[in-house]
């Protein structure tokens, strides 16, 4: 199966930058995070001479050492501190994590590159595999459906303003996950009792279900998570 062709774009959704800083840094790492997955996905997913793949190595090796002899970046300080959850997004509105976010964020090198928006009281993502995230012959790791399942589940939080941690997902897989065609993933509170969020979503291909998840996360004070002390 081809993989579709992806063009660059960087919605400046989200600022990581310290504060000192502009908003070039977060979009030179949300490019660099992008150019990174790319050369993952052409790692895997493209015929090379050996010669090639040496030049390559040699090459990304050399831009790690570069990058490695900067001074350590601690990212919970980089991150906003005010109105994290004080506001909602509004209906149909694009949403977005901090840029790290390992699978949502635009600079995470292992990021599935999805695009996510609020649907009523639902978090609608739409994201395609690509070839990096094979596991079984074009079909998607089961591991990754459930890291996606994970994090738009996270999104809901903001629907509801409300910071909160994982404490139980349970995936059901109902059939193969397809590589390189665009899927949906919905996900929504379905009651909350105490601190407890009961949750629910469905992975589907053209309405047709791939996985479904049930998920409890736990809310905790906004202050602590903020702090760091969650």
């Known amino acids: ?17 310290p504060p000192d800083r502009t908003d070039a840094e977060a979009e030179a790492r949300a490019r660099l995070g992008r150019a990174i997955r790319d ?45 994290v959850w004080a506001t909602p997004p509004v209906e149909g509105e694009a949403m977005a994590s901090h840029d790290e976010r390992p699978i949502s964020g635009r600079s995470s090198p292992w990021g599935l590159d999805f695009e996510v928006h609020r649907e009523g009281d639902e978090v609608v993502a739409v994201v395609t595999m690509r070839a990096a995230h094979e596991g079984a012959p074009g079909r998607s790791h089961g591991g990754l459906v459930a890291a996606l399942f994970d994090d738009v589940l996270g999104f809901v939080l903001n629907i509801l303003s409300v910071p909160a941690f994982t404490g139980e997902l349970t995936v059901r897989y109902e059939a193969g996950t397809p590589v390189g065609v665009p899927l949906e993933c919905r996900c929504r509170l379905a009651r909350q009792e105490g601190r407890k969020l009961f949750m629910t979503g469905e992975l589907t291909d053209d309405g047709r279900v791939l996985a479904r998840t049930t998920a409890t996360f736990i809310t905790i004070d906004p202050e602590r998570f903020l702090a760091g002390t969650a």
Do not use: C, F, K, W
């Open 1 to 17: 199966m081809s993989e579709p062709q992806h063009t660059a774009h960087y919605d400046p959704l989200v600022h990581v930058a």
């Open 39 to 83: 050369v993952g996905h052409a790692t895997v997913g493209r015929h090379a001479s050996v010669d090639h793949l040496q030049a390559s190595a040699a090459t990304i090796e050399l831009l790690a050492a570069q990058l490695d002899r900067g001074a350590l970046r601690n990212r919970h300080e980089d991150e906003p501190r005010d109105g």
